[in-house]
């Protein structure tokens, strides 16, 4: 049931995920890939399993940043990164109250449709507790890759947590070590994730 299952899609958080997170940065210039994303996307585009972006951009809001910087520098992700299936991005702040910022599930569920997949059968990765809270918000598998800024308390309550991309992509495809991905999330075995 947990085994050998591959996801309808993966969903990357961008910034401190597949990218090193540059607060608020317009500039493409600043764009340094994540240790291992380049290789953990190129397995999952092997094995035909679509990959997302869903990504807080609150600098739009804040006018830190304008739209047109974060388009190039999301041109620039892709050069560096390869092409994603869907891109799914919240320009708003905490205070417009949108449905789509992280925590709340809007861009799970919006990049979830694009795809024409369940949420239910998407993974979502992402390095700090808001990314968590949206995938448990949208019914998906989270899991966590800790940076230097993830707090200890986010780690402590994630529904799992990985080493680095490399490992997120060896839980996903259950290439290896899927017991300890089992022992890590207990509830993906209660709950289920599955297709339904
Ligand atoms: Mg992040
Ligand atoms: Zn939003």
Redesign the pocket.
Known sequence: MFEKRRPGAVLFDRDGTLIRDVPYNGDPNRVEPMPGALEALARLRRADVPVAVVT?QSGVAKGLLSPDEMDQVNARVEELLGPFDAWAI???DDA?G????KP?P??VIRAAAVLDVSPRDCVVVGDIGRDMEAARAAGARGILVPTDVTRQEEIEQAPEVADDLTDVVDRVLSDTASPVAAIAAPWTRAIGWSRW
């Open positions: 807080n919240c320009v708003h417009d949108c449905t789509c910022r709340a809007g861009l």
